[in-house]
């Protein structure tokens, strides 16, 4: 699980223990992780609304399921709980069965986003199998504010920020009307949300740093965009509430770090002309990360506990039918509780170095006198090799992730339909061989990514012949793919950023899995003229006819999404963005229920600075 050694600040390739405002606790480049990508998201040209927006940027990762504000995300095709996401370090665990959306962190907050594609389950645990993503929140050091209008969506977002070294603030407010695509059709993509962060960092006796900080967040008439909307059903979260909070303590080689997160948050499916489901959903998910590390000449250990409890899960659902009936449910009261000891060495031998490690997890879910227990070990190996400008690695890893609470014991309404568990359910498990090569140059730089994967048990989502849907163990999965990714700088005021992603997987049987999305590319290019900072990114996403039972076919589509932004004074700026210029219209994904994109936006951005 832990986000304090997996990930890298992709500038300087040196893996950190995240501390937040840009201070690192650890900086040993015997342990750097440099497959590890990271991106701000003032490098994207679009006025996006949600995360997936963002990460659709990285090859390889993509947007999955439906659509609206908690758009869902895969990668290397792999998605819901198999994706560990966190913010600032604090896991994200939810019990949406699209998977463990960040959405209820605006953009404007978001700092850095890193993306690790690899199967993470040494350093993070359960439902990192398919790769961790870590949002680092905005810390201001001074007064700033940012205002943004959008059309036709009559969408507003405004930031106000301030603080200094030790003291920050940052807020959001930001709300949008449903959309419509390029032919006029309707989508449920409405939001209400406001969010803030606060960050406190100190020093105690001169020998420890310390730092605490707070995200609350707080949603409202959230639309969950469907092709069935509006003919058969209306799905919106009337409330999504959300409180992050962590404390860290470290020295300069070990640290103590615990977390809470709170969320409650509603689901409305009204199906027309049936009936009108409300499933009300709260929980607490708590731990802490003890972490320590130990060096020599040639080689270092790192060695830590991860303890991640759920408490009080309550899934509750009132049914309301057409005759006014009202029926009162509970679907699921329950508890998970996981504790894995971890070690890992980094050994370096001339131009090589050698990576080694394991972890044991130990898990068990409660619900309503049902109780199960699963244990793991997981390991990994890699050797690296760096030679000038070039990088060479090859890792193999196994990874894990145990049924989520939701999987096993949930049986309700969902904006899908009525959705069953599976109380028998075994833990999934891969592995992985991946080969990474990396290119560095002042001119031209790039990398290329390759993998292959083995999954036994994997869990998915089935429909019943009846239009329930419930959940099963497939034997055999097999995923492989490749990613490469070309920046040419052949000026300073010319760079340019080329693309290409292609993901696999099948059954035993041959038939495939859902949430693979079809060979991508996308080239970006960003230049200045006359002061002017000028950005467009064009993706063209190929044609899938190869679909599982639970997709349809989509043809292939291009997008292309640009930005112009200069300074006025002193103070502000301005910048204008355009989303969908070519006003395409396609679906957003192969989901059966996937609707189509929006049509074009255009959004006017004003930013004030000291």
Known sequence: MIELMGLAVAANDVEVVEIYAGKNLLQEEIFANRTVESLPPSAYSSP???????????????????????????????????IRTTVDGIPIITDRRAGNSASFLPPSLVALI????????????????????????????????????????????????????????????????????????????EYKQFAASLYHQGNLFDHYDYNISWLPSLGSDIGKSSLQYPETQLAIYPEDNHSLMQATLYSDSWLIKAFHHYQNWDSLVKRIGKRENLTAYQSHTYGMNLYSSTHASSSSWRFGV?????????????????????????????NTHNVAPYASAAIKLADLKINLGARYDYFKAQNAGLSRTDNHLSYQGAIERQAKNHTFKASYSTAFRFPSITELYFNGVTPRGNTFGNESLEPETSKTLEFNYLYSHSVISGRLNVYKSELRNFI????????????????????????????????????????????????SNGEFIQGITPLKTNLSHRTYWREIELSSELSHRFKKHRVSPAEQEISSSTTLNAYAK???????????????????????????DAPFVEERQIAIQLDWQN
């Open 48 to 82: 996006n609304t949600n995360i997936a927006d963002y990460l659709e940027r990285f090859p390889g990762l993509n947007k999955t399921g439906q659509g609206g504000l908690f758009q869902s995300y895969s990668v290397r095709g792999l998605s819901a709980w198999r």
């Open 114 to 189: 890193e993306v690790n594609r690899s199967s993470g389950s040494l350093l993070h645990g359960s439902g990192a199998l398919g790769g961790v993503l870590n949002l680092s929140t905005r810390k201001p050091e001074e007064f700033t504010f940012s205002i943004t209008q959008q059309a036709p969506t009559n969408a507003t977002s405004m930031t106000i920020g301030h603080g200094s070294m030790s003291n920050s603030f940052a807020a959001s407010f930001r709300q949008s009307d449903n959309a419509k695509t390029a032919s006029g059709l309707p989508l449920n993509s």
């Open 306 to 334: 991860d303890w991640i409890s759920r408490g009080g899960i309550k899934i509750a659902d009132s049914e309301t039918s057409l005759e006014h009936i009202k029926t009162d449910q509970v679907l699921i009261d329950g």
């Open 460 to 507: 998915e989502r089935t429909k019943l012949s009846n239009g329930d849907r419930t959940y099963n163990n497939l034997d055999n999965v097999s995923l492989s793919g490749f990613e490469v990714a070309v920046d040419f700088t052949p000026m300073p005021e010319h760079a340019f950023t080329w693309s290409l992603a292609k993901q696999s997987g099948q059954q």
């Open 566 to 592: 200069w300074k006025i004074n002193k103070h502000w700026a301005g910048t204008f963005k355009i989303t969908n210029l070519l006003d395409s219209e396609f679906k957003t994904t192969a989901d059966e």
